[in-house]
T-cell receptor, first 115, second 114 residues
C-alpha cells in the first residue's frame, strides 16, 4: 500500500516551454502533497505544500508564478514549470501524506532537462 | 524551525565492515525522524522511522538507528555492509505541527570497497 506515482519519469523540453508533472496517490487519499526539487549531488529541497482544494504554500525563494501547483483531487497534484529555462533542469520529487499520518510517501521522481 | 546536519559527505567502508552514518537535528520539541536511501537517478526508499517509544529502531535491509535526545542525534548503523548498500543516505526531521514538513540533511554518500 501507500504507492505514489509520478508521470512522466523523464522529460526533455526546449527553453521557454511549459512542462506539467503529475503526482498521484494510487491506493490512498492524500491529505497533503509536497513537491521537492533535487539538483545533482544535492539534497531534497521542499518547494511547496499543497492541500486538496486550496492554494499551495510555497517555500521562501520559490517563485509561485513559475512553479504552478494544482491539487484538484485527493489523489492528484500537478506541478507545472512555466517558461522553463536550463536552470530549471532538476529532479522533481513529490510526496503524499494520508489522513493524520506523519509519514510522507514518495514518488519515483521526474527528471526534467531543459535545452 | 527544524534543521538537520549530516556531517559526513562521503564515507567509504569495506564490504563486511560495520557502518555508522551520523545525523544531528535541531528542533524545539521531540521531532519525528527518518532515514532514506537513494540510488543514482532513483527515488527515495524509506529505511526506518522514529515517531515515539523505543529509541532503538529497526529498519529494512538490516539497518537500525538510535534516537538520542540528549545528543540530538539519530545515527544509522549496520553491522555488516554489503556492496549493494552503496548509495546516498538522507536523514530527515519532521515537525510536530500542522505543516508536516520534512527537512532533509545534505546526505552522505556511502562507498563500499570490495
Amino acid at each position: 500500500g501507500a504507492v505514489v506515482s509520478q508521470h512522466p519519469s523523464r522529460v526533455i523540453c526546449k527553453s521557454g516551454t511549459s512542462v506539467k508533472i503529475e503526482c498521484r496517490s494510487l491506493d490512498f487519499q492524500a491529505t497533503t502533497m509536497f513537491w521537492y526539487r533535487q539538483f545533482p549531488k544535492q539534497s531534497l529541497m521542499l518547494m511547496a505544500t499543497s492541500n486538496e482544494g486550496s492554494k499551495a504554500t510555497y517555500e521562501q525563494g520559490v517563485e509561485k508564478d513559475k512553479f504552478l501547483i494544482n491539487h484538484a483531487s485527493l489523489t492528484l497534484s500537478t506541478l507545472t514549470v512555466t517558461s522553463a529555462h536550463p536552470e530549471d533542469s532538476s529532479f522533481y520529487i513529490c510526496s503524499a501524506r494520508a489522513g493524520q499520518g506523519l509519514e510522507q510517501f514518495f514518488g519515483p521522481g521526474t527528471r526534467l532537462t531543459v535545452l | 524551525a527544524q534543521s538537520v546536519t549530516q556531517p559526513d559527505i562521503h564515507i567509504t567502508v569495506s564490504e563486511g565492515a560495520s557502518l555508522e552514518l551520523r545525523c544531528n537535528y535541531s528542533y524545539g520539541a521531540t521531532p519525528y525522524l527518518f532515514w532514506y536511501v537513494q540510488s543514482p537517478g532513483q527515488g527515495l526508499q524509506l529505511l526506518l522511522k522514529y515517531f515515539s517509544g523505543d529509541t532503538l529502531v529497526q529498519g529494512i535491509k538490516g539497518f537500525e538507528a538510535e534516537f538520542k535526545r540528549s545528543q540530538s542525534s539519530f545515527n544509522l548503523r549496520k553491522p555488516s555492509v554489503h556492496w549493494s548498500d552503496a548509495a546516498e543516505y538522507f536523514c530527515a526531521v519532521g515537525a510536530r505541527d500542522s505543516s508536516y514538513k520534512l527537512i532533509f540533511g545534505s546526505g552522505t554518500r556511502l562507498l563500499v570497497r570490495p
